[in-house]
T-cell receptor, first 116, second 114 residues
Framework: AQTVTQSQPEMSVQEAETVTLSCTYD???????LFWYKQPPSRQMILVIR??????QNATENRFSVNFQKAAKSFSLKISDSQLGDAAMYFC?????????????FGTGTRLQVTL | DGGITQSPKYLFRKEGQNVTLSCEQN?????MYWYRQDPGQGLRLIYY???????QKGDIAEGYSVSREKKESFPLTVTSAQKNPTAFYLC?????????????FGSGTQLSVL
């Protein structure tokens, strides 16, 4: 079974600074998909960014980017120019290849605080 | 506006009681899911449905039941067999079976035991 590990329960960053959230996963598959979801205090889950394992280029979405290291099974999220609105729980998630339903396996989350 | 509606926002269950959480979507999505979230843990899959009149158990299905009689609706019943039902429940949907597609989540239901 696939597992997703987020080893940082809490992180803190100053406004306008950069922070990196870590995620590692375990799988025997060669093709799969990885996601970062954000859960603000409203508890609504919001997709931040996604990465296909077969793509070598790291995904970017505005201030959010990933460092995908397939051999190391690592998928970290970098938030640049942090804003107060970035404060939330961040979940890393893994999904098996096409042919199965969108069953995501989630990590335990990292709570990000943004300070002035 | 298209989206997923979960109700109620808060729900209380008495001992031995079954309760049903509602999930409705108007996104014309084929697939729907129920996740449970406990403090300090990630989301865990309870049940999922890829098409009307079909559903599959997820990782923690014991003590729960679902139905999928309509494409738009995927209600979750927490039965009296679920001994630790206090949690935050999230419903989600997606267009189909593509691994890369985005899941759309509802705003959740907090279930507590009286």
């Amino acid at each position: 079974a696939q597992t997703v590990t987020q080893s940082q329960p809490e992180m803190s960053v100053q406004e306008a600074e950069t922070v990196t959230l870590s995620c590692t996963y375990d799988t025997s598959e060669s093709d799969y998909y990885l996601f970062w979801y954000k859960q603000p205090p409203s508890r609504q889950m919001i997709l931040v960014i996604r990465q296909e394992a077969y793509k070598q280029q790291n995904a970017t979405e505005n201030r959010f980017s990933v460092n995908f290291q397939k051999a190391a099974k690592s998928f970290s999220l970098k938030i640049s120019d942090s804003q107060l609105g970035d404060a939330a729980m961040y979940f890393c998630a893994y999904r098996r290849p096409t042919g199965t339903a969108s069953k995501l396996t989630f990590g335990t989350g990292t709570r990000l605080q943004v300070t002035l | 506006d298209g989206g997923i509606t979960q109700s109620p926002k808060y729900l209380f269950r008495k001992e031995g009681q079954n309760v049903t959480l509602s999930c409705e979507q108007n996104l014309n999505h084929d697939a729907m899911y129920w996740y449970r979230q406990d403090p300090g843990q990630g989301l865990r899959l309870i049940y999922y449905s890829q098409i009307v009149n079909d559903f599959q158990k997820g990782d923690i299905a014991e003590g729960y039941s679902v139905s999928r009689e309509k494409k738009e609706s995927f209600p979750l019943t927490v039965t009296s067999a679920q001994k630790n039902p206090t949690a935050f429940y999230l419903c989600a949907s997606s267009m189909g079976r593509d691994s890369n597609e985005k899941l759309f989540f509802g705003s959740g239901t907090q279930l507590s035991v009286l």
